[in-house]
Structures are given as C-alpha cells and as structure tokens.
C-alpha cells in the first residue's frame, strides 16, 4: 500500500519506524461516508418497522 501510494507513510531506516501522515478525505470520500450511514439508518428501521409489524400481527415472534 506505501507503494501504490494507497497509504501515505514515511519509513524511517535508522530508527525502524513508520510515520504516518494525516490527509483529509476527498468531498467524494465524504460524500460516501454520508451515503453509507444514510444507507445503515435505511435498514435499521426497516429491520425495526418489519419485526413491530410481525409482533403485531402474529401476537410474538414467528
């Protein structure tokens, strides 16, 4: 990944250690974060909203 340059580190020889740098995400890097959280709440009230319909209906669960 250092290669690829996927990984921004920096290796220090003399002392065998690896330095890592901070960068901040791209807006597109942002913009699927947010996507994906969005995308979690989605399915977490589905979840919630299909076992409160199935307790309802069927007095417990299955």
Not at 22 to 28: D, F, G, L, N, Y
Not at 34 to 57: D, F, I, P, R, Y
Request: proline share 3%.
């Amino acid at each position: 990944m250092i290669i690829n340059k996927e990984l921004m580190v920096f290796l220090d020889q003399p002392m065998q250690t690896a330095v890592m740098h901070h960068i901040e995400p791209t807006t597109q890097q942002n913009l699927a974060l947010q996507l994906a959280e969005k995308l979690v709440s989605l399915v977490e009230n589905n979840e919630w909203c299909l076992t409160t319909s199935m307790v309802g209906t069927y007095g417990g669960y299955f």
